[in-house]
């Protein structure tokens, strides 16, 4: 018989019943009703106005204030139709998390009467406090002046809650000093970085006529599902994100039967309600299924822009939230929230292209001819060679490091798969001429009732954080809680460097009487020669690869945050950020700070957590057990029997195992270097950390041996499995 609590948690999941799912309604009547599109715009405002409107949208530029002022009366005549009241400055500081700041469209009148009124200047201007937020020294506590400032380029929409609409409005957020306190802020600048020499590159290779280049990204959210009954019973999982103690469950994820397996009827009808959600705000949500390990799921949208993808990968997270409590579920975006079993990461599916030449990074059927789709796809090479240790640090977090080099996600080794026909293809370039590429053929599968199907002509891998995957590259390393912000700026900030760099050799080359194609063949067999050591195409998991990586290829293994962050401070990362005019080396310099900060908190709180649940929970309950053994073993030994107090000595010996390692863990946090971040770190990483998991594996010991009627806790078994 459980313990008391997870008994009464039990019978309330028995009883519980997936909640009432309404017909879906036809997508045509539902898409994108909540968001304020350019198609709403164009019915609500002048011709002239919806004009400029598309113009800036399209080209860049600034937006009149007399438009913006005709723009906001349209926003707020829809939005109040829909039932708002409130508008809402939406903004993601440097916490991976959104955040909003809501003032009502009331104004009150001098004859005692209230209208509804939001101007232009609203529109475009908000004013929050600029020094509550994370900012890495940049704003002191008497500095609290910010603001945020209309992003036009993503469109407003509606938040409905039960208890009431909200007009949400897409925004960057900037200090008073004009410093970037936010992470939309940087994507935008490493877009335009982007666009600048991707359009460069495009008119030396001859085209003339070249629209604005958009990166775009699909990111393939991971996330666990645990009835909220048993996670109000885990403090670990509320405060920390995931389980500090937890002994394995018998059955785990070795049998690979929860993958793409039958979806639950209760997940399915949280995920239909999810999906409804996504569909009013035009997130294009595509794919459902369950992952990995058990209790663990996916959804996926469709590729969009860069930084629409972003904002719309905050609501996902949040929708997801918001909508498992609805369904008794708590949802965890933790990257490691239990061990033993995979992790949720969120891979960023990546790729650049424009309106006029397409997909840049599509291979066509012949690509070692296609000259474009070449030289893009050398200068992501050179990029992420030169920049690896730069993408490992962008993804580095206390709960990602749980994750990666773990056999269940990419290595903390960047490299770039790019599939045997690519391969073979700038090895042949490496030679000196490309001179073919492989087909995939076609796939037979001998059963005549079973369809003929082309086959790709490259197969794909699973170890590599940094792979090509047909017309796109997938960074597999993005942990599952973050923003795709930071790694999406990354990519691009690297790309837009190496696409300089290959633009002013080309110019060097064809200067010096080469034609075009002789330069680019000369320019990517340098880029080969200096920067293959990047490309890798076998086991990333290997003990083989991480020897040859490190010792052969000279690539870096930043094993944790604290080996990873520190990166942010070289001098060659802050000479590309500010070469390319993305990240100052104020603003690259207050993100190693708060990054680190985070860091050193999240372990922090993690390690507090589990000395507060050994005291109240897990010590009284070790203490009841051994007191009642003890009584049993002399009960015996009185009727003169020979009792084996093996059980008793295990359980004594564990127990005073983790009164040491609580004892050394509260020491080890008072001596914590608050104000030196790169000391703090260094101790979570190689003291807090080891120390947890030792008090840990003393912990889940004793949970195997105290019995089922004394353990508190939710055991594994009870969290993945009962639905």
């Known amino acids: 018989m459980p313990h008391p609590a997870r008994l009464a948690a039990l019978q309330a999941i028995q009883q519980r019943q997936p909640l009432a799912c309404e017909a879906t309604p036809p997508l045509a009547k539902i898409w994108a009703s909540d968001v304020f599109t350019l198609g709403r715009m164009k019915n609500a405002l002048p011709k002239e106005a919806y004009k400029a409107v598309r113009k800036v949208i399209r080209d860049g530029g600034k937006l009149d204030l007399d438009v913006a002022d005709v723009v906001a009366q349209a926003m707020k005549d829809w939005a109040v139709a829909q039932g708002a009241h409130y508008y809402?400055?939406?903004?993601?500081?440097?916490?991976?998390?959104?955040?909003?700041?809501?003032?009502?469209?009331?104004?009150?009148q001098g004859d005692g009467d209230a209208i509804h009124e939001f101007s232009g200047k609203l529109l475009v201007q908000g004013?929050?406090?600029?020094?509550?937020?994370?900012?890495?020294?940049?704003?002191?506590?008497?500095?609290?002046?910010?603001?945020?400032?209309?992003?036009i380029t993503s469109p407003a929409y509606l938040m409905r809650t039960p208890n009431g609409v909200t007009l949400c409005i897409p925004t960057v957020f900037v200090s008073w000093t004009g410093e970037a306190l936010d992470k939309k802020t940087p994507l935008l600048r490493s877009n335009a970085a982007m666009n600048r020499q991707a359009q460069r590159l495009l008119r030396i290779l001859g085209n003339q006529e070249v629209a604005p280049v958009n990166s775009s990204c699909g990111a393939e959210q991971e996330y666990f599902l645990v009835d909220t009954q048993f996670a109000t019973?885990?403090?670990?999982?509320?405060?920390?994100?995931?389980?500090?103690?937890?002994?394995?469950?018998?059955?785990?994820?070795?049998?690979?039967?929860?993958?793409?397996?039958?979806?639950?009827?209760?997940?399915?009808?949280?995920?239909?309600?999810?999906?409804?959600?996504?569909?009013?705000?035009?997130?294009?949500?595509?794919?459902?299924h369950n992952e990995v390990a058990p209790g663990q799921f996916e959804i996926a949208p469709v590729h969009e822009a860069a930084n629409v993808a972003t904002d719309h990968q905050q609501l996902i997270m949040t929708v997801l939230k918001g909508t498992a409590k609805r369904h008794g579920f708590t949802c965890l975006l933790h990257e490691k929230p239990f061990a033993g079993i995979n992790g949720s990461g969120k891979h960023v599916n990546w790729s650049v292209g424009n309106s006029t030449q397409g997909n840049?990074?599509?291979?066509?059927?012949?690509?070692?001819?296609?000259?474009?789709?070449?030289?893009?796809?050398?200068?992501?090479?050179?990029?992420?060679?030169?920049?690896?240790?730069?993408?490992?640090?962008?993804?580095?977090?206390?709960?990602?490091?749980h994750r990666l080099g773990a056999n269940e996600a990419p290595p903390a080794i960047i490299s770039v798969y790019l599939g045997q026909q690519l391969e073979q293809v700038f090895q042949q370039i490496q030679r000196g001429e490309a001179t073919g590429s492989a087909s995939g053929g076609v796939m037979r599968l001998g059963v005549d009732t079973l369809p003929e199907f082309p086959k790709d002509a490259g197969d794909r891998n699973r170890t590599s954080p940094f792979a090509f995957t047909g017309n796109r590259f997938e960074f597999r390393a993005v942990g599952s809680g973050q923003s795709v912000a930071g790694p999406?700026?990354?990519?691009?900030?690297?790309?837009?460097?190496?696409?300089?760099?290959?633009?002013?050799?080309?110019?060097?080359?064809?200067?010096?009487?080469?034609t075009l194609e002789q330069a680019a063949a000369a320019v990517l067999?340098?880029?080969?020669?200096?920067?293959?050591?990047?490309?890798?195409?076998?086991?990333?998991?290997s003990d083989a690869w991480h020897r040859e990586a490190t010792e052969q290829r000279g690539l870096e293994n930043l094993r944790n945050t604290a080996e990873a962050l520190p990166v942010l401070r070289r001098?060659?990362?802050?000479?590309?950020?500010?070469?390319?005019?993305?990240?100052?080396?104020?603003?690259?310099?207050?993100?190693?700070?708060?990054?680190?900060?985070?860091?050193?908190?999240?372990?922090?709180v993690e390690a507090r957590v589990a000395l507060s649940m050994v005291r109240t929970q897990i010590s009284p309950a070790v203490d009841k057990q051994i007191s009642s053994l003890a009584r049993s073993l002399q009960q015996q030994h009185a009727l003169g029997l020979q009792p084996d107090q093996r059980r008793l000595h295990q359980l004594s010996e564990l127990?005073?195992?983790?009164?040491?390692?609580?004892?050394?863990?509260?020491?080890?946090?008072?001596?914590?270097?608050?104000?030196?971040?790169?000391?703090?770190?260094?101790?979570?990483?190689?003291?807090?950390?080891?120390?947890?998991a030792q008090l840990r594996e003393a912990v889940d010991g004793l949970e195997a041996r105290v019995d089922d009627d004394r353990w508190p806790l939710p055991s594994y078994r009870e969290m993945l499995f009962v639905r």
């Not at 004013?127 to 992003?151: H, L, Q």
């Not at 397996?261 to 595509?286: C, H, N, S």
């Open 88 to 108: 809402a400055h939406v903004f993601y500081p440097l916490t991976n998390s959104t955040a909003e700041k809501h003032d009502g469209f009331i104004s009150p």
């Open 127 to 151: 004013e929050p406090d600029g020094s509550s937020f994370p900012n890495g020294g940049i704003r002191s506590t008497f500095e609290a002046r910010g603001y945020t400032a209309w992003d």
């Open 233 to 288: 019973l885990r403090p670990d999982l509320l405060l920390a994100g995931r389980t500090l103690f937890g002994a394995p469950s018998p059955k785990g994820q070795q049998f690979d039967d929860h993958y793409f397996g039958a979806i639950p009827e209760r997940v399915q009808v949280f995920m239909q309600d999810v999906e409804q959600q996504l569909y009013r705000l035009g997130i294009p949500a595509k794919t459902r």
């Open 360 to 401: 840049l990074l599509d291979p066509g059927h012949t690509p070692h001819d296609n000259l474009q789709f070449l030289l893009f796809c050398a200068a992501v090479i050179r990029g992420v060679h030169r920049n690896g240790p730069l993408l490992r640090a962008v993804v580095a977090t206390a709960g990602n490091d």
């Open 488 to 514: 999406l700026v990354a990519m691009n900030t690297v790309l837009a460097d190496s696409l300089e760099w290959i633009s002013d050799r080309l110019e060097a080359e064809m200067a010096s009487g080469q």
């Open 525 to 541: 067999k340098q880029v080969m020669d200096l920067h293959g050591a990047a490309v890798f195409g076998g086991d990333g998991y």
């Open 571 to 604: 001098d060659d990362v802050r000479e590309l950020f500010q070469r390319q005019a993305v990240i100052s080396p104020v603003e690259l310099e207050s993100r190693y700070e708060v990054y680190g900060e985070q860091y050193v908190l999240a372990i922090e």
């Open 655 to 692: 127990q005073q195992q983790m009164e040491e390692h609580s004892l050394a863990l509260e020491g080890e946090l008072d001596q914590l270097h608050h104000g030196d971040t790169a000391a703090s770190m260094h101790e979570c990483a190689q003291v807090i950390l080891p120390r947890l």
